[in-house]
């Protein structure tokens, strides 16, 4: 289905069918949980499998060693060489035709060369595309240096008349002199529209800016999230959540019909801002925001919650946050994790500190590749 396949790193399992592909992620997610695999109900396939990513970070490059100039995703264990997403299956066609449309005006414009990451030339380096999988809102922010000599604005204007599903919001051109090779929130231009774009999960609106963290996939998204709100919201008398590592507070606000109050803790102060906006947005004035390191914002907000959601990094909880979120005794535990191997790690030091596991279910997140998320449910032992 994609010349590229088995070079770009894209993709592992488009060779076999999604029925294989869901078989083999169960038994590895199975075998990664370990002791706690005997926990597992279910692994729940993606809403869809193709055209699902919602942000796709490209690189400016070339075909081949001195080849045309190319944007697409970096080739495996090639430092220029890019894979031009024409027969991409993990984004959807909007995206293509955007791309090939960028692709094909620097080309013609030959002023400007991809920037080279050992000689630290030229001017390409990136382009980023973000859309709203239920609102069809795309936004796009082209990184290069201050060197470009191509003029951006016929670029914009036959972007904003290409024949799309969904609608341009938005136009952004980031200046990056620096070595890095990263895209950074810094020398931000808005030369059309706005610098968000809107989505909708779980009948929810969030506003989502050009760097905000957001789930790439939407629709498996708002299936995840209503997984976690099962898990979180048995029913009864509820009345506190804590929401910790709560991003742009998405949870918080799922969970905030079912409880008198929710209050959600994100270290990156930005993600708290944009969690207050959305709130506003929705109507929400049961949700408290916080920014700072969980552990210290715990100390100083003590209760004992219903429940507490904890949706930490790849890498898991902090050594240091375990013993203040355990120290909450609160009777339900929820654990989202984009990285079972944190989880079966995380699920030892919390099973010692009096939780049990009640059951884990999965959730096909990234279909063709093999990255899976998990929620497991915990309850206190005394509560049983």
Same mark, same amino acid.
């Given at each position: 289905?994609?010349? $590229?396949?088995?070079?770009?790193? +894209?993709?592992?399992?488009?060779?076999?069918?999604?029925?294989?592909?869901?078989?083999?992620?169960?038994?590895?997610?199975?075998?990664?949980?370990?002791?706690?695999?005997?926990?597992?109900?279910?692994?729940?396939?993606?809403?869809?499998?193709?055209?699902?990513?919602?942000?796709?970070?490209? #690189?400016?490059?070339?075909? +081949?060693?001195?080849?045309?100039?190319?944007?697409?995703?970096?080739?495996?264990?090639?430092?220029?060489?890019?894979?031009?997403?024409?027969?991409?299956?993990?984004?959807?066609?909007?995206?293509?035709?955007? *791309?090939?449309?960028?692709?094909?005006?620097?080309?013609?414009?030959?002023?400007?060369?991809?920037?080279?990451?050992?000689?630290?030339?030229? #001017?390409?380096?990136?382009?980023?595309?973000?859309?709203?999988?239920?609102?069809?809102? &795309?936004?796009?922010?082209?990184?290069?240096?201050?060197?470009?000599?191509?003029?951006?604005?016929?670029? &914009?204007?036959?972007?904003?008349?290409?024949?799309?599903?969904?609608?341009?919001? +938005?136009?952004? $051109?980031?200046?990056?002199?620096?070595?890095?090779?990263?895209?950074?929130?810094?020398?931000?231009?808005?030369?059309?529209?706005?610098?968000?774009?809107?989505?909708?999960?779980?009948?929810?609106?969030?506003?989502?800016?050009?760097?905000?963290?957001?789930?790439?996939?939407?629709?498996?998204?708002?299936?995840?999230?209503?997984?976690?709100?099962?898990?979180?919201?048995?029913?009864?008398?509820?009345?506190?959540?804590?929401?910790?590592?709560?991003?742009?507070?998405?949870?918080?606000?799922?969970?905030?019909?079912?409880?008198?109050?929710?209050?959600?803790?994100?270290? !990156?102060?930005?993600? &708290?801002?944009? #969690?207050?906006?959305? #709130?506003?947005?929705?109507?929400?004035?049961?949700?408290?925001?916080?920014?700072?390191?969980?552990?210290?914002?715990?100390?100083?907000?003590?209760?004992?919650?219903?429940?507490?959601? !904890?949706?930490?990094?790849?890498?898991?909880? $902090?050594?240091?946050?375990?013993?203040? *979120?355990?120290?909450?005794?609160?009777?339900?535990?929820?654990?989202?994790?984009?990285?079972?191997?944190?989880?079966?790690?995380?699920?030892?030091?919390?099973?010692?500190?009096?939780?049990?596991?009640?059951?884990?279910?999965?959730?096909?997140?990234?279909?063709?590749?093999?990255?899976?998320?998990?929620?497991?449910?915990?309850?206190?032992?005394?509560?049983?």
């Amino acid at each position: 289905m994609c010349e $590229h396949f088995g070079r770009c790193g +894209g993709c592992k399992y488009l060779d076999i069918s999604y029925e294989q592909e869901l078989s083999i992620k169960e038994n590895s997610l199975i075998e990664t949980l370990g002791e706690y695999g005997q926990f597992f109900k279910a692994l729940h396939p993606a809403p869809s499998v193709e055209g699902y990513r919602n942000k796709m970070e490209l #690189a400016f490059g070339d075909e +081949g060693r001195d080849g045309r100039l190319a944007l697409g995703m970096r080739k495996q264990r090639s430092f220029y060489e890019v894979a031009t997403p024409e027969n991409c299956v993990l984004i959807p066609e909007d995206f293509k035709r955007i *791309i090939m449309h960028v692709l094909e005006y620097f080309r013609e414009s030959g002023l400007d060369a991809f920037y080279h990451r050992k000689r630290h030339v030229g #001017a390409l380096r990136h382009l980023v595309l973000r859309r709203g999988h239920f609102t069809g809102e &795309i936004l796009l922010n082209l990184v290069t240096t201050s060197t470009l000599a191509t003029p951006l604005e016929p670029l &914009i204007q036959g972007l904003c008349e290409l024949a799309l599903d969904g609608k341009i919001v +938005g136009f952004l $051109h980031s200046i990056n002199d620096g070595v890095a090779d990263v895209v950074k929130n810094e020398n931000v231009n808005i030369l059309y529209g706005r610098d968000y774009y809107n989505e909708e999960i779980c009948g929810l609106k969030f506003k989502v800016s050009a760097f905000s963290f957001f789930q790439t996939n939407s629709a498996g998204a708002q299936k995840l999230y209503g997984l976690v709100r099962d898990y979180a919201t048995p029913g009864g008398d509820e009345t506190m959540a804590y929401d910790l590592y709560c991003g742009t507070g998405t949870i918080a606000q799922i969970l905030s019909p079912s409880f008198t109050n929710v209050l959600g803790i994100e270290l !990156v102060e930005d993600a &708290i801002k944009a #969690a207050k906006e959305n #709130a506003a947005l929705n109507g929400i004035t049961n949700c408290s925001f916080y920014a700072g390191d969980v552990q210290d914002i715990i100390q100083k907000h003590p209760a004992t919650p219903n429940v507490v959601v !904890v949706d930490p990094p790849r890498d898991g909880l $902090h050594p240091k946050a375990l013993p203040h *979120i355990t120290a909450l005794n609160a009777p339900r535990l929820v654990y989202v994790a984009c990285k079972p191997a944190s989880l079966a790690r995380d699920l030892n030091l919390l099973t010692a500190a009096g939780y049990v596991v009640e059951k884990i279910e999965g959730m096909d997140m990234f279909p063709r590749t093999p990255h899976v998320e998990a929620v497991a449910l915990l309850t206190r032992v005394e509560m049983l």
